[in-house]
């Protein structure tokens, strides 16, 4: 009996600690929005924020779960994108840098849709280099200021700040959905991010 | 000779529990602090539970970590808390094997929530095997010391 009353008592003393601490914790830290990266209405009350690596396959379908989600909200929803380029993926950075490049030319996310078309053709070649010019060359980008920007690497900067705020709201893998930069979404489905979105809305 | 090896075994034993012990009770606090959804994301990458099983699933590991860690740090009940730590590394382990033989897009095994360790599918499932070994040894093994079980004078 006193044997089975320790083992209460220490459980009971964990439990304690656990909603102690978590009480005097808060995610209340804001997260950042750049202008360029946004899609909506950039003065829409709800907001998406996803957290996302142009090699990760999961990304490349949420993208479209997303862009359903805009006709459905077209005056309430904007989309925020994030890079978090997966240190398992060879190729995440150089594309994230390359979509920043394009952004500098007002073509982040004619680039972005155009990349995760097009992932494959990284692993066909031996310059990927080359296959990022090919494709601002397609959106009819600025080819010698595009090639300047990928090459001095001016872009590892954001995409590093970019995943350093990832880390800091937990994210850990690709793709991770924030709503309105504070609740996680547990899942990436159409129906559970619309009701998500609705209910934001309805208490607003 | 044998008494020497027998004691070594002990005190071999023993630091086994208190790092293990230290170990799930870190990872378990580390989640159990931060809001339940970050947890719930991690089991979403494995791509293996149907949804309708993942809060419940996030709900009630950390606990088993944290409670089962400390029982097994202080030697509470040590071969029990050995023995179910033992159990739920096995799963974790064959959770990572699945995601890592599958490719998935997981950067960091989330292991220990949003906390200061950050491991890799391949170092977690690494790390997970010197566990399970550990604990097992522990779990199957005699003799203690600096422990609440020999405290309550119960094995």
Redesign the interface.
């Known amino acids: 009996m006193?044997?089975l009353g320790?083992?209460f008592l220490?459980?009971g003393l964990?439990i304690s600690l656990?909603y102690f601490?978590?009480n005097s914790?808060e995610?209340n830290q804001p997260i950042s929005i750049e202008a360029h990266k946004v899609r909506g209405n950039p003065k829409g009350p709800v907001f998406l924020t996803v957290f996302s690596?142009f090699?990760?396959?999961?990304?490349a379908e949420v993208r479209h779960i997303l862009d359903d989600l805009l006709k459905v909200f077209p005056d309430t929803l904007k989309i925020v994108f994030k890079h978090?380029p997966?240190?398992?993926?060879e190729f995440a950075v150089p594309a994230a840098e390359a979509s920043e490049c394009a952004s500098d030319q007002g073509q982040f996310w004619a680039y972005h849709d155009l990349l995760f078309e097009r992932i494959e053709d990284l692993y066909k070649t031996k310059n990927v280099n080359n296959v990022f010019f090919g494709l601002a060359k397609e959106l009819k980008l600025n080819e010698t200021q595009f090639q300047q920007c990928l090459e001095s690497g001016v872009k590892k900067a954001l995409v590093t700040s970019d995943k350093n705020e990832g880390?800091k709201f937990?994210v850990?893998?690709?793709p991770?959905i924030l709503l309105n930069g504070k609740?996680?979404?547990?899942?990436?489905k159409f129906d559970y991010l619309k009701q998500e979105i609705e209910k934001s809305l309805n208490n607003e | 000779m044998n008494n020497k090896k027998e004691k070594i075994e002990i005190l071999i034993n023993m630091v086994g529990r208190f790092f293990i012990g230290a170990i799930f009770c870190y990872s378990g606090f580390s989640k159990l602090i931060q809001p339940i959804e970050f947890f719930e994301v991690s089991i979403h990458f494995y791509e293996l539970v149907p949804d309708r099983f993942v809060h419940g699933i996030a709900l009630i590991i950390p606990w088993i970590e944290l409670i089962f860690g400390a029982y097994l740090l202080l030697g509470y009940w040590r071969k029990g808390s050995a023995g179910v730590l033992a159990g739920l590394t096995g799963i974790f382990q064959i959770v990572l094997a699945q995601a890592l033989i599958r490719g998935l897009s997981i950067d960091e095994c989330g292991c220990f929530g949003g906390g200061l360790v950050h491991l890799t599918l391949f170092q977690s499932f690494f790390l997970d095997t010197v566990l399970v070994l550990t604990l097992i040894r522990i779990a199957t093994s005699d003799g203690e010391l600096f422990s609440l079980d020999r405290l309550l004078k119960r094995g």
């Open positions: 006193r044997y320790v083992g220490l459980a964990l656990v601490v978590r914790r995610m690596d090699e990760c396959p999961f990304c978090f997966l240190s398992i993926h880390k937990f850990s893998g690709t991770t609740k996680v979404m547990t899942q990436n």
